[in-house]
């Protein structure tokens, strides 16, 4: 069946870092894949999305490209900043289901 | 924008209460979704919805029961709590203007003691 798999936490660092955090999906068809962040205590937002292989999606200097031939979509900044602290989802949809990583937690010290 | 408001943001429940969580979307959505998440275990799909007076079980739908009367209202039922089902509980909506991403609620905290 489908699933996600991102990379686990905490991840820490110090702000202006350059930040990747890894998800990789399988899927029986052809997903459409997201990114969610959860600030403390909120619930999620979305922050970008890609329909097709290729696209990429952007959002607040962040970025994830849509990789096919890897089945990736792994997420991307290049600079953090200490607002960017929260956990972040990967997460596939094909039809009506979403499935969802188990989250990795970023925390972006001054 | 679609506005899914969740009512309660912290609830404190003792064990063998029957809780009831009510989550309410303003636009005329048909699918909605109710999940828990746990820290390790990311989000476990419990129940969904289609549409009025149709449900799906999820993943976890055992302790739990849903209720969709009317198409903005879709309420997440414990019929009787225990302190395994202390969570975060979110509930959220299939959003066609965003190109089917999910909306979601703010979350419901509940604690069962």
């Known amino acids: 069946g489908d699933s996600v798999t991102q990379m686990e936490g905490p991840v820490t660092l110090s702000e202006e870092a350059f930040l990747t955090i890894n998800c990789t999906y399988t899927a029986t068809g052809y997903p459409s894949l997201f990114w969610y962040v959860q600030y403390p205590g909120e619930g999620l937002q979305l922050l970008l999305k890609?329909?097709?292989?290729?696209d990429k999606g952007s959002n607040k200097g962040f970025e994830a490209t849509y990789r096919k031939e890897t089945t990736s979509f792994h997420l991307e900044k290049g600079s953090v900043q200490v607002s960017d602290s929260a956990v972040y989802f990967c997460?596939?949809?094909?039809?009506?289901?979403?499935?969802f990583g188990t989250g990795t937690s970023l925390t972006v010290i001054p | 924008d679609v506005k899914v408001t969740q009512s309660s943001r912290y609830l404190v429940k003792r064990t063998g209460e029957k809780v009831f969580l009510e989550c309410v979307q303003d636009m005329d959505h048909e699918n909605m979704f109710w999940y828990r998440q746990d820290p390790g275990l990311g989000l476990r799909l419990i129940y969904f919805s289609y549409d009025v007076k149709m449900k799906e079980k999820g993943d976890i739908p055992e302790g739990y029961s849903v209720s969709r009367e009317k198409k903005e209202r879709f309420s997440l039922i414990l019929e009787s709590a225990s302190t395994n089902q202390t969570s975060m509980y979110l509930c959220?909506?299939?959003?066609?203007?965003?190109?089917?991403?999910?909306?979601f609620g703010s979350g419901t905290r509940l604690t069962v003691v």
């Open positions: 890609a329909t097709k292989a290729d």
């Open positions: 997460a596939s949809n094909t039809g009506n289901q979403f499935y």
């Open positions: 959220a909506i299939l959003d066609r203007e965003a190109n089917y991403g999910y909306t």
